[in-house]
Protein backbone atom coordinates (compact mmCIF):
# COMPACT_ATOMS: atom_id res chain seq x y z
CA UNK A 1 0.00 0.00 0.00
CA UNK A 2 2.44 2.50 1.00
CA UNK A 3 3.62 1.72 -2.73
CA UNK A 4 1.36 3.82 -4.70
CA UNK A 5 1.35 3.45 -7.89
CA UNK A 6 0.48 4.87 -11.00
CA UNK A 7 -3.20 6.02 -11.71
CA UNK A 8 -4.46 5.84 -15.07
CA UNK A 9 -7.29 7.87 -16.09
CA UNK A 10 -9.21 8.36 -19.21
CA UNK A 11 -8.04 11.06 -21.47
CA UNK A 12 -11.05 13.12 -19.98
CA UNK A 13 -10.56 12.74 -16.30
CA UNK A 14 -6.56 13.24 -16.73
CA UNK A 15 -7.74 16.69 -18.09
CA UNK A 16 -10.11 17.21 -15.12
CA UNK A 17 -7.69 15.88 -12.57
CA UNK A 18 -4.82 17.95 -13.80
CA UNK A 19 -6.72 20.88 -13.47
CA UNK A 20 -8.07 20.66 -10.62
CA UNK A 21 -4.74 19.82 -9.10
CA UNK A 22 -3.56 23.03 -10.90
CA UNK A 23 -5.72 24.87 -9.03
CA UNK A 24 -5.22 23.80 -5.83
CA UNK A 25 -1.80 24.83 -6.42
CA UNK A 26 -2.70 28.26 -7.35
CA UNK A 27 -4.85 28.38 -4.28
CA UNK A 28 -1.68 27.29 -2.46
CA UNK A 29 0.59 30.20 -4.36
CA UNK A 30 -2.12 32.43 -3.14
CA UNK A 31 -1.96 31.16 0.74
CA UNK A 32 2.05 31.84 -0.09
CA UNK A 33 1.35 35.14 -1.56
CA UNK A 34 -0.61 36.83 1.22
CA UNK A 35 1.49 35.15 4.29
CA UNK A 36 4.20 37.95 5.18
CA UNK A 37 6.99 35.67 5.35
CA UNK A 38 9.46 37.96 4.47
CA UNK A 39 8.67 39.39 8.22
CA UNK A 40 9.34 36.52 9.70
CA UNK A 41 12.11 34.72 7.69
CA UNK A 42 13.85 37.66 6.01
CA UNK A 43 15.95 35.52 3.34
CA UNK A 44 16.23 36.84 0.11
CA UNK A 45 14.80 34.60 -2.50
CA UNK A 46 12.84 32.17 -0.03
CA UNK A 47 9.55 30.54 -0.74
CA UNK A 48 7.83 27.86 1.70
CA UNK A 49 7.10 26.13 -2.17
CA UNK A 50 3.42 25.36 -1.13
CA UNK A 51 2.52 25.03 -4.57
CA UNK A 52 4.87 21.93 -4.87
CA UNK A 53 2.61 20.07 -2.82
CA UNK A 54 0.63 19.47 -5.49
CA UNK A 55 2.49 19.41 -8.05
CA UNK A 56 4.53 16.16 -6.72
CA UNK A 57 1.64 14.16 -6.97
CA UNK A 58 0.64 14.67 -10.08
CA UNK A 59 4.22 14.34 -11.49
CA UNK A 60 4.37 10.89 -9.45
CA UNK A 61 0.82 9.53 -9.88
CA UNK A 62 -0.66 11.02 -13.25
CA UNK A 63 2.48 11.51 -15.04
CA UNK A 64 5.75 13.77 -15.70
CA UNK A 65 4.30 15.28 -18.83
CA UNK A 66 1.10 16.04 -16.40
CA UNK A 67 3.37 17.39 -13.82
CA UNK A 68 5.52 19.69 -16.39
CA UNK A 69 2.51 21.05 -17.66
CA UNK A 70 0.37 21.96 -14.58
CA UNK A 71 3.92 23.42 -12.77
CA UNK A 72 3.96 25.53 -16.44
CA UNK A 73 0.62 26.72 -16.15
CA UNK A 74 0.48 27.33 -12.33
CA UNK A 75 3.73 29.89 -12.58
CA UNK A 76 2.43 31.52 -15.42
CA UNK A 77 -1.19 32.15 -14.01
CA UNK A 78 0.18 32.96 -10.42
CA UNK A 79 2.28 35.39 -11.93
CA UNK A 80 -0.24 37.17 -13.41
CA UNK A 81 -2.22 37.08 -10.86
CA UNK A 82 -0.11 37.91 -7.52
CA UNK A 83 3.33 38.79 -9.56
CA UNK A 84 5.99 40.18 -11.71
CA UNK A 85 7.78 40.05 -14.86
CA UNK A 86 10.52 39.94 -12.28
CA UNK A 87 9.22 37.46 -10.00
CA UNK A 88 8.52 35.41 -13.48
CA UNK A 89 11.94 34.82 -13.86
CA UNK A 90 12.46 33.66 -10.29
CA UNK A 91 9.53 31.69 -10.30
CA UNK A 92 10.05 29.59 -13.68
CA UNK A 93 13.87 28.94 -12.54
CA UNK A 94 12.81 27.46 -9.36
CA UNK A 95 10.01 25.20 -10.91
CA UNK A 96 12.44 24.07 -13.57
CA UNK A 97 14.80 23.06 -11.04
CA UNK A 98 12.25 21.09 -9.26
CA UNK A 99 10.58 19.57 -12.21
CA UNK A 100 14.35 18.27 -12.74
CA UNK A 101 14.97 17.04 -8.96
CA UNK A 102 11.67 15.34 -9.61
CA UNK A 103 12.85 13.39 -13.17
CA UNK A 104 15.79 12.56 -11.67
CA UNK A 105 14.73 10.81 -8.96
CA UNK A 106 12.16 9.07 -10.79
CA UNK A 107 14.41 7.85 -12.87
CA UNK A 108 17.40 6.80 -10.53
CA UNK A 109 16.43 7.09 -6.86
CA UNK A 110 12.33 6.12 -6.94
CA UNK A 111 12.53 3.34 -5.01
CA UNK A 112 14.86 5.12 -2.28
CA UNK A 113 12.95 8.34 -1.40
CA UNK A 114 9.33 8.96 -0.77
CA UNK A 115 7.66 12.47 -1.17
CA UNK A 116 9.50 13.53 1.95
CA UNK A 117 12.64 13.42 0.58
CA UNK A 118 11.49 14.53 -2.87
CA UNK A 119 10.11 17.61 -1.19
CA UNK A 120 13.39 18.23 0.89
CA UNK A 121 15.47 18.34 -2.36
CA UNK A 122 13.34 20.35 -4.83
CA UNK A 123 13.13 22.76 -2.61
CA UNK A 124 16.89 23.10 -2.11
CA UNK A 125 17.19 22.88 -5.62
CA UNK A 126 14.22 25.57 -6.17
CA UNK A 127 16.25 28.15 -3.62
CA UNK A 128 19.54 27.35 -5.37
CA UNK A 129 18.25 27.93 -8.60
CA UNK A 130 16.36 31.26 -7.47
CA UNK A 131 19.66 32.57 -6.23
CA UNK A 132 21.38 31.95 -9.70
CA UNK A 133 18.68 33.82 -11.25
CA UNK A 134 19.03 36.63 -8.93
CA UNK A 135 22.98 36.79 -9.25
CA UNK A 136 22.31 36.70 -12.85
CA UNK A 137 19.20 39.80 -12.05
CA UNK A 138 21.71 41.64 -10.03
CA UNK A 139 25.11 41.67 -11.10
CA UNK A 140 25.90 40.23 -8.28
CA UNK A 141 27.33 37.01 -6.27
CA UNK A 142 26.43 38.63 -2.97
CA UNK A 143 23.19 36.52 -3.22
CA UNK A 144 25.12 33.40 -2.71
CA UNK A 145 26.49 34.12 0.86
CA UNK A 146 22.72 32.68 1.32
CA UNK A 147 23.07 29.65 0.23
CA UNK A 148 24.16 27.66 3.55
CA UNK A 149 20.56 28.79 5.37
CA UNK A 150 18.76 28.66 2.36
CA UNK A 151 19.81 25.25 2.13
CA UNK A 152 19.11 24.28 6.00
CA UNK A 153 15.58 26.09 5.84
CA UNK A 154 14.55 23.52 2.35
CA UNK A 155 15.10 20.76 4.87
CA UNK A 156 11.91 22.10 6.84
CA UNK A 157 10.01 23.61 4.61
CA UNK A 158 10.37 20.57 1.96
CA UNK A 159 9.42 17.67 4.73
CA UNK A 160 6.25 20.50 5.14
CA UNK A 161 5.29 20.07 1.38
CA UNK A 162 6.11 16.32 0.99
CA UNK A 163 3.82 15.83 4.16
CA UNK A 164 1.32 17.25 1.72
CA UNK A 165 1.82 15.63 -1.32
CA UNK A 166 2.13 12.34 0.84
CA UNK A 167 -1.64 12.91 2.30
CA UNK A 168 -2.71 14.23 -1.25
CA UNK A 169 -1.32 11.07 -2.90
CA UNK A 170 -3.55 8.93 -0.14
CA UNK A 171 -6.44 10.34 -1.80
CA UNK A 172 -5.97 9.92 -4.93
CA UNK A 173 -6.43 6.15 -3.87
CA UNK A 174 -9.82 6.47 -2.43
CA UNK A 175 -12.23 4.70 -5.01
CA UNK A 176 -14.45 7.45 -4.54
CA UNK A 177 -12.26 9.66 -5.69
CA UNK A 178 -11.81 9.17 -9.18
CA UNK B 1 8.71 1.12 -8.80
CA UNK B 2 6.67 4.01 -7.90
CA UNK B 3 6.92 6.98 -5.04
CA UNK B 4 6.57 6.05 -1.66
CA UNK B 5 3.80 8.41 0.39
CA UNK B 6 5.95 6.63 3.82
CA UNK B 7 9.22 8.47 4.98
CA UNK B 8 12.09 5.79 4.17
CA UNK B 9 16.08 5.74 5.63
CA UNK B 10 16.86 7.36 1.94
CA UNK B 11 14.50 10.73 2.89
CA UNK B 12 16.97 10.91 5.75
CA UNK B 13 20.32 10.82 4.17
CA UNK B 14 18.91 13.44 1.65
CA UNK B 15 18.02 15.48 4.48
CA UNK B 16 21.19 14.65 6.34
CA UNK B 17 23.22 15.51 3.24
CA UNK B 18 21.57 18.68 2.60
CA UNK B 19 21.88 19.84 6.40
CA UNK B 20 25.85 19.01 6.01
CA UNK B 21 25.90 20.80 2.81
CA UNK B 22 24.59 23.88 4.92
CA UNK B 23 27.23 23.35 7.47
CA UNK B 24 30.01 23.25 5.23
CA UNK B 25 28.79 26.32 3.63
CA UNK B 26 28.47 28.13 7.18
CA UNK B 27 31.97 27.63 8.04
CA UNK B 28 33.41 28.15 4.88
CA UNK B 29 31.35 31.63 5.38
CA UNK B 30 32.32 32.14 8.71
CA UNK B 31 36.64 31.59 7.69
CA UNK B 32 36.05 34.98 6.71
CA UNK B 33 34.51 36.38 10.18
CA UNK B 34 37.72 35.62 11.50
CA UNK B 35 39.77 37.56 9.03
CA UNK B 36 41.06 40.85 10.67
CA UNK B 37 41.80 42.90 7.42
CA UNK B 38 39.89 45.70 6.54
CA UNK B 39 36.83 45.72 5.15
CA UNK B 40 34.41 47.29 2.39
CA UNK B 41 30.94 47.96 1.66
CA UNK B 42 29.99 46.79 -1.86
CA UNK B 43 26.80 48.03 -3.38
CA UNK B 44 25.58 47.27 -6.65
CA UNK B 45 22.55 48.17 -8.60
CA UNK B 46 20.88 48.74 -11.88
CA UNK B 47 23.29 51.31 -13.32
CA UNK B 48 24.90 51.86 -9.65
CA UNK B 49 28.37 50.49 -8.25
CA UNK B 50 30.39 51.87 -5.49
CA UNK B 51 32.68 51.19 -2.29
CA UNK B 52 32.43 53.02 0.91
CA UNK B 53 34.86 51.49 3.93
CA UNK B 54 33.07 49.72 6.53
CA UNK B 55 33.96 52.47 9.03
CA UNK B 56 33.10 55.73 7.52
CA UNK B 57 29.32 57.02 8.37
CA UNK B 58 27.23 57.61 5.37
CA UNK B 59 23.75 57.28 4.75
CA UNK B 60 22.89 56.73 1.28
CA UNK B 61 19.61 56.05 -1.31
CA UNK B 62 20.24 53.85 -4.20
CA UNK B 63 16.91 53.07 -6.24
CA UNK B 64 14.41 53.38 -3.90
CA UNK B 65 17.28 51.54 -1.00
CA UNK B 66 18.19 53.73 1.62
CA UNK B 67 21.71 51.90 2.90
CA UNK B 68 22.99 53.55 6.07
CA UNK B 69 26.73 52.62 7.31
CA UNK B 70 27.71 53.32 10.69
CA UNK B 71 29.65 52.27 13.80
CA UNK B 72 31.45 49.12 11.27
CA UNK B 73 28.28 48.02 10.09
CA UNK B 74 25.56 48.25 7.63
CA UNK B 75 22.07 48.06 7.03
CA UNK B 76 18.91 49.21 5.01
CA UNK B 77 16.81 51.68 7.01
CA UNK B 78 13.99 51.67 4.50
CA UNK B 79 12.91 50.35 1.02
CA UNK B 80 10.17 51.21 -1.80
CA UNK B 81 9.71 47.35 -1.98
CA UNK B 82 7.11 45.30 -0.69
CA UNK B 83 8.53 42.76 0.98
CA UNK B 84 10.68 44.79 3.14
CA UNK B 85 13.14 41.36 3.35
CA UNK B 86 15.79 43.87 2.60
CA UNK B 87 14.87 45.92 5.79
CA UNK B 88 14.30 42.96 8.05
CA UNK B 89 17.70 41.19 7.43
CA UNK B 90 18.73 43.78 9.98
CA UNK B 91 22.46 44.66 10.42
CA UNK B 92 25.72 43.06 8.87
CA UNK B 93 29.09 43.54 10.11
CA UNK B 94 31.11 40.73 8.61
CA UNK B 95 32.53 40.11 5.35
CA UNK B 96 30.37 37.69 3.41
CA UNK B 97 27.45 38.71 4.53
CA UNK B 98 25.23 40.73 2.62
CA UNK B 99 21.35 42.05 2.33
CA UNK B 100 19.68 42.45 -0.64
CA UNK B 101 16.73 43.31 -2.10
CA UNK B 102 15.15 41.87 -4.93
CA UNK B 103 12.79 43.97 -6.06
CA UNK B 104 14.73 46.82 -6.46
CA UNK B 105 18.03 44.82 -7.48
CA UNK B 106 20.21 46.39 -5.30
CA UNK B 107 22.84 44.27 -3.25
CA UNK B 108 25.03 45.43 -0.67
CA UNK B 109 27.63 43.48 0.77
CA UNK B 110 30.52 43.25 2.82
CA UNK B 111 33.91 42.06 1.25
CA UNK B 112 37.29 42.01 2.44
CA UNK B 113 39.81 44.71 1.19
CA UNK B 114 42.41 42.43 -0.29
CA UNK B 115 40.19 40.54 -2.13
CA UNK B 116 39.23 43.14 -4.62
CA UNK B 117 39.98 45.11 -7.64
CA UNK B 118 37.59 48.10 -8.21
CA UNK B 119 37.70 51.04 -5.45
CA UNK B 120 34.78 53.98 -6.03
CA UNK B 121 32.79 56.34 -4.28
Given amino acids: LSMSKMISLSPVKRVVTDGMLCGTALMLSYIEAVIPLGALIPLPGFKLGLANAAIMPVFFRIGAADGIMVSLVRVVISTMLFGSAASFIYSICGAAAAIAVMWLVKCFLVSRLSYFGVGMLSAAFHNMAQCLAASFVLGSTAVFSYIPVLLAVSVISGSVTGMISALCSRVFDRRSFL | ?121
Fill in chain 2, 1 to 121: LFLSDKFKIGDAVAGGILLFSALLGFIFMSASFFDSGISDVEIIAPDYEARYSLDSDVELEVNGVKIVIESGSVFVSDSDCDDKICVNTGRISHAGQSVICLPKKVSVRIVNVEDDIIVAG
